[in-house]
């Protein structure tokens, strides 16, 4: 069964500056994506960034990027100028290409300190 | 452009009482699935709906079903309420693209169930 780890359950950066969230994964699928949600105070879940395991490449989203590591199943979050607004609960979460569940971990929160 | 939409916003039940929570896809959004997320914790995969019928399942008792419509909306029933039930439940649309696989999920803001 696949499985998803976040080893920090509190992250906490100044603003404006840089901050990366761990994410590890354990699955013997080949093909599958990986996601980062986002969940504020308001409690609706928002899409981060995805990545397609089959991309080499790193995904970014304007301050948003990962670092996918295909062989050690590693996905970590970078949030580059961190605002006042990243805020949240941040979730890892992984889909298999063949079923269609999401699978999470238990979420970092993150404080930005003004 | 409606986002998806839940209902109620949060409610509160009794022990061994049954519960109705109702979701509205995204516009042109198909699929519906539904997660338990506890205090603290991720959110639990429930179960998925698509033309009407339940495609997949997570790890819930019988005590958890559903229902699609044919405009897509669904349901989610809980009977016999139990403590440990207390969580938000959230509602994911995203839409099937045959062979290319389901698009992004969207996440509808959620119902807060509390039982007592």
């Known amino acids: 069964a696949q499985t998803v780890t976040q080893s920090q359950p509190e992250m906490s950066v100044q603003e404006a500056e840089t901050v990366t969230l761990s994410c590890t994964y354990d699955?013997?699928?080949?093909?599958?994506?990986l996601f980062w949600y986002k969940q504020p105070p308001s409690r609706q879940m928002i899409l981060v960034i995805r990545?397609?395991?089959?991309k080499q490449q790193n995904a970014t989203e304007n301050r948003f990027s990962v670092n996918f590591q295909k062989a050690a199943k590693s996905f970590s979050l970078k949030i580059s100028d961190s605002q006042l607004g990243d805020a949240a609960m941040y979730f890892c979460a992984y889909r298999s290409d063949s079923n269609y569940q999401l699978i999470w971990g238990a979420g970092t929160k993150l404080i930005i300190k003004p | 452009d409606a986002g998806v939409t839940q209902s109620p916003t949060h409610l509160i039940k009794t022990r061994g009482q049954q519960v109705t929570l109702r979701c509205s896809p995204k516009?042109?959004?198909?699929?519906v699935s539904w997660y338990q997320q506890a205090l603290g914790q991720g959110p639990q995969f429930i179960f998925q709906y698509y033309e009407e019928e339940e495609r997949q399942r997570g790890n819930f008792p019988d005590r958890f079903s559903g229902h699609q419509f044919p405009n897509y909306s669904s349901e989610l029933n809980v009977n016999a309420l139990l403590l440990g039930d207390s969580a938000l439940y959230l509602c994911?649309?995203?839409?099937?693209?045959?062979?290319?696989?389901?698009?992004?999920?969207?996440f509808g803001p959620g119902t807060r169930l509390t039982v007592t």
């Open positions: 994911a649309s995203s839409e099937r693209r045959g062979t290319w696989g389901p698009s992004e999920q969207y």
């Open positions: 990545q397609e395991a089959y």
């Open positions: 699955t013997s699928e080949s093909d599958y994506y």
């Open positions: 516009s042109g959004h198909d699929t």
